[in-house]
């Protein structure tokens, strides 16, 4: 536990969960199995697509991605720097170069093409577009973009499982998506991650490497399969557990009802927060249908102290965080990609002033109510 009042995430987990981890445990094979086979089949049915590929985390499919593209030294692959580090590491440890482009503003924190397009260069492959919070970025831009370069579009929607928008579903619209499915998530298995592509040939691929390139698997040898096997590329084990796929596919089957609770308190978080002087509520001129909602952000006003602020809240009870320092600003990339301070304003000074409020299944009235009426009590504005 947290030891807040008001956690920024809980787990809604029940019986059924439980169970379900219980008769794998039961049936004596815990690595990928037919567990995760039939957790794949049902994720797919729910993107409304042909197949889908779980691996052991959202890293991995973002990783499996990079290589499944052929991403290497010499390539560029255009991101955002506002996400979690892991959209860039795939990338570096390809040996292939992030480079960082900027968001649209505190309204929109999705990639800005317009941006995105000033950074192409004849070594560019492809681009990242991230779905921020669980809002899409603008699918129908980068898209345009790629197709008139020849680019690919690889959609990072660890924070949009199964998410229908007026775009399309996340993750299925450009030419592969990457899940998670990490403790946190809407979709929460404890670790796990899933990668969809349009291409067939694509998917072959990305199952054949989250597994050492083996042509037999595990599962099959010890079933009464061929003893032997052949080892046809350079693969990793990105495999996820029996367990995990599991919990997946109960979390799958609540996953509707889990998504109007979070729905239900934005709503109200938007209604109870519109009048503060100076607050920005990203996405706000969206219908509240129309996103995952995995994180609720606000950016405040310039001048405001964030830290006071976390602290009064903290004080309330209310956990708060910051979603997410910019990738282009850690040690790794500033000395290895010649970026830092100054190169990013945009992205900048919306970090400066970001905060994410509670948002979780489990989120109630009474629960919105109180974060809204403990940062109303802090609000401290300079005039």
């Known amino acids: 536990m947290t030891g807040f009042d008001i956690p920024l995430y809980q787990p809604v987990f029940g019986d059924a ?9 039961r049936s004596g094979w815990l690595s990928s199995g037919p567990v995760t086979e039939d957790f ?20 991995a499919a973002l990783h499996l991605a990079v290589l499944a593209l052929g991403l290497g030294p010499g390539d560029e692959v255009v991101m955002p720097s506002l996400t979690f580090v892991s959209t860039a590491a795939v990338v570096a440890l390809t040996g292939a170069t992030p480079v960082f482009a900027e968001v649209h503003g505190p309204h929109d924190l999705g990639i800005d093409p317009a941006d995105v397009a000033r950074r192409i260069t004849p070594r560019t492959r492809a681009v990242v577009a991230v779905h921020y919070a669980g809002h899409a970025a603008d699918l129908t831009a980068l898209g345009a973009l790629c197709r008139a370069h020849g680019l690919a579009l690889i959609e990072d929607a660890a924070h949009a499982p199964a998410t229908a928008t007026a775009q399309g579903m996340l993750g ?11 403790a946190t998530k809407n979709l929460a298995m404890g670790e796990g991650g899933m990668v969809v592509a349009r291409d067939p040939a694509l998917r072959a691929t990305v199952r054949r490497l989250r597994s050492h390139a083996l042509t037999v698997s595990a599962h099959r040898r010890h079933h009464g399969g061929p003893a032997l096997y052949d080892v046809d590329g350079f693969g990793l084990n990105y495999r996820p557990g029996e367990i995990a796929c599991a919990i997946g596919r109960v979390q799958l089957d609540a996953f509707p009802a889990a998504q109007a609770h979070r729905r239900a308190a934005v709503r109200e978080y938007r209604e109870r927060l519109s009048g503060l002087p100076g607050l920005v509520v990203p996405y706000a001129d969206r219908p509240v249908e129309d996103g995952a909602h995995h994180l609720f952000p606000v950016v405040l006003p310039p001048g405001l102290d964030r830290e006071a602020l976390r602290e009064q809240l ?8 910051v979603h997410y320092p910019p990738t282009h600003l850690f040690t790794a990339y500033r000395e ?13 000074d919306i970090m400066e002033r970001q905060l994410s409020l509670p948002m ?23 005039e």
């Open 336 to 348: 290895r990609y010649d970026v830092g301070p100054g190169s990013l304003p945009v992205t900048e």
């Open 17 to 25: 969960e439980i169970e379900a981890a219980t008769e794998v445990l």
């Open 360 to 382: 979780h299944a489990g989120m109630g009235s009474p629960q919105v109510r109180r974060v809204a009426e403990a940062v109303s009590a802090a609000w401290r504005p300079t």
């Open 40 to 59: 794949e089949g049902k994720y797919a049915a729910a993107l409304g697509v042909e197949d889908a590929v779980a691996v052991s985390s959202g890293t």
């Open 314 to 321: 903290r004080a309330a009870g209310v956990q708060t965080a």
């Open 172 to 182: 299925t619209v450009g030419d592969i998506g990457c899940y998670s499915f990490f």
